[in-house]
């Protein structure tokens, strides 16, 4: 069993900052990238950021300059540092990590965790 456990979620004022965290826990063997995804209402899933085991990232253009991801390999923890939040950032962030739970396992598989609400108001 692969957990992923979301916190930092909340209500922000437009312009100011969030912090999220994901730990994955369980019977894992090794993680290579971890991410984080958002949903809007009315719209589809989302690649916010993600970030590889060697530390390599990749962002939307929507949020270059505002928000960086970075990682704990030793804690299995992915962070999401949010600044200069704005109204379009209002969503549910899902964390997400491909893992491998066993040394012969062929592929990665991807666990999401349960999402967490942020909201961008004034």
């Known amino acids: 069993q692969v957990r992923l456990e979301e916190s930092g979620g909340g209500l922000v004022q437009p312009g100011g900052s969030l912090r999220l965290s994901c730990a994955v826990s369980?019977?894992?063997?090794?993680?290579?990238?971890m991410g984080w995804y958002r949903q809007a209402a009315g719209k589809q899933r989302e690649l916010v950021a993600n970030i590889r085991s060697g530390g390599a990232t990749n962002y939307a253009d929507s949020v270059k300059g505002r928000f960086a991801i970075s990682r704990d390999n030793a804690e299995n923890t992915v962070y999401l540092q949010m600044n200069s939040l704005k109204f379009e950032d209002t969503a549910v962030y899902y964390c997400?990590?491909?893992?491998?739970?066993?040394?012969?396992?062929?592929?990665?598989?991807?666990?999401w965790g349960q999402g967490t609400q942020v909201t961008v108001s004034s």
């Open positions: 997400n990590a491909a893992v491998k739970k066993a040394s012969t396992d062929r592929i990665w598989y991807a666990y």
């Open positions: 369980g019977s894992i063997f090794t993680i290579d990238a």
